[in-house]
């Protein structure tokens, strides 16, 4: 990605905006951007989801392949996640192998799905020791209008909640759907004007300092956190912070459960 | 090509696997202005083909050696996104998507008016996101509708379509099963508006009669597809 000028106007701007309690396209400080879920709106993925939060849009896909299981795990089949920021979504993202802002994107998502435990890897065991389903989440942005991790980690849990292993494909059974028993909410904020805000747009991360990701599952387990960029924050901004996730992964969890 | 199949894939109709007429193409959607931070942009679904193309500048070039005194460069990326096929992708460039990439660059160099933006640079990527067949066909043609959503000035659109054989019979826009059983594939890139052409690939085997009824059927598709093109620039969405 290549390192775009931060305006020190627009840092003045977002600062001024903060201290009046506003934000630059008008929401208040807890408040989401217009969203938008749609489940298998890709024709070749095993499970799909298409997430629209404002101007940003991602896609996910879900992919199986066989796999031999670790020797470790013989009763265990993998969940692989990655995510993918390609010039498409936007001009300041460049072609070449994924850098390190989309792997840890990635990463960040992997960890709240994984660690949730909402799949359940001894059920992707076809054959111990010999045949497990590998489960392959991609991730992929269409339009970066900032807060990618949240549209990756919706699309990435809706698009796995609706997937189906084509087990007739490989000869290996029936088809059935992927068993999803939890549903992990990614909530992140950034810290904008000197406070933090939820659901960040491009403008306020550009002219933003550090960033919070948390995951929570459904009984407000934290399951994944991650700071990123430079910067300092306090407990007691933590603590805010957690409370707000705590309410608007509730919010969400309902949106994708009742998918 | 696949290679020749015993598979029967015309029946005593004449009709094709999935009730088209040799000459039919399949059904197209048409929508631009879908990516909001783009400059120009378009989805364009052929069948359960879907490709998403955004056009990005002019804006600098960088870095300045790729630079060119008399005219823009156009930087055109195809690839093919890691769920669009039955079988995962793996992600980043292969030898094929180079190529295509290649081709539809020359292609959209022969009708952009580079030389009104020097020293400049106009991205052009397009993503399959959903693979049938004719892919290349679907991007170069979504690429000219996001170039022409972006303002950047051409002579003419680009309609890319592809005809072949399938049971010795020539057939126009191939599907996936076609595809993998056909007997040839020859994609075109046709401007519409006066019928001359930009893009020309082939493999397979075809005679002379053959040959020239694929490329009638090219044409005679261009037009069609062309009609939806430009619907969907003048008006929203088209289908």
């Known amino acids: ?38 489940h298998s709106v890709l024709p070749r993925a095993e499970g799909s989801a298409r997430v629209r939060m404002g101007d940003t849009i991602v896609l996910a ?58 799949i359940d890897v001894d059920s992707l065991c076809i054959i111990p020791g010999e045949k497990a389903w590998q489960v392959i989440l991609d991730l992929f942005a269409v339009s970066d209008d900032g807060n990618l991790f ?52 491009a403008r306020e991360e550009l002219g933003g300092d550090e960033r919070i990701h948390i995951t929570l599952g459904d009984d407000d387990n934290v399951h994944s956190l991650q700071k990123g960029l430079k910067g300092i924050f306090s407990a007691d901004e933590f603590s805010e912070i957690m409370s707000n996730a705590q309410e608007r992964t509730k919010e969400l969890r309902n949106i994708v459960d009742s998918m | 090509m696949g290679g020749y199949g015993d598979v029967q894939m015309i029946d005593e109709n004449g009709l094709r696997m999935d009730g088209r007429s040799p000459g039919d193409i399949r ?5 631009t202005g879908v990516i909001p931070v ?37 930087d055109v990326a195809y690839n093919m996104a890691p769920f669009s096929t039955t079988d995962r992708m793996r992600p980043g460039f292969n030898r094929r998507s180079r190529e295509i990439s290649k081709v539809t660059k020359d292609a959209l160099e022969s009708v952009v008016l580079l030389e009104l933006y020097p020293r400049s640079k106009i991205r052009v990527t397009i993503e399959i996101v959903s693979a049938e067949a004719g892919t290349r066909c679907v991007g170069l043609t979504a690429a000219s509708v996001a170039l022409a959503d972006a303002g950047i000035p051409m002579t003419d659109l680009v309609v890319s379509v592809a005809s072949g054989k399938i049971n010795d019979v020539v057939v126009c826009d191939l599907n996936k099963e076609e595809d993998n059983y056909g007997e040839a594939d020859l994609p075109m890139g046709i ?43 003048k008006g929203g969405d088209s289908q």
């Not at chain 2, 059904?27 to 929508?31: R, V």
């Open chain 2, 27 to 31: 059904d197209i959607t048409i929508e």
């Open chain 1, 61 to 118: 896909g879900v992919k199986f392949q066989i796999m031999q299981p670790y020797p470790d795990r013989p009763n265990q089949g993998g969940l692989m996640c990655s995510a993918d920021v390609r010039p498409i979504a936007g001009r300041n993202w460049e072609a070449g192998p994924p850098s390190p802002e989309a792997i840890e994107l990635g990463r960040v998502v992997d960890r709240g799905i994984r660690e949730s435990g909402c």
């Open chain 2, 191 to 233: 401007l519409p508006n006066s019928g001359e052409l930009v893009f020309l690939q082939m493999d397979g085997d075809l005679s002379q009669e053959e040959f020239k009824q694929a490329w009638d059927y090219n044409m005679d598709a261009a037009q069609v597809v062309h009609k939806l093109m430009v619907e969907a620039l």
């Open chain 2, 38 to 74: 783009a400059d120009g942009s378009c989805r364009m679904t052929w069948g359960t083909n879907e490709a998403i193309v955004a056009v990005y500048g002019p804006m600098e070039a960088h870095p300045r050696k790729i630079q060119r005194q008399d005219r823009a460069v156009l």
């Open chain 1, 1 to 38: 990605m290549t390192i775009p000028i931060v305006p020190k106007l627009l840092r003045a701007h977002l600062s001024d905006l903060a201290e009046n309690d506003a934000r630059i396209d008008g929401r208040s400080q807890w408040q989401g951007r217009d969203l938008e879920i749609e």
């Open chain 1, 150 to 201: 949240d549209a990756f980690a919706l699309a990435g849990i809706a698009a796995l909640r609706n997937a189906t292993v084509p087990a007739e494909r490989f000869e290996v059974g029936e088809d059935y759907p992927l068993s999803v028993s939890k549903t992990p909410i990614m909530c992140s904020y950034h810290k904008v004007g000197g406070r933090f805000v939820y659901d960040a747009c």
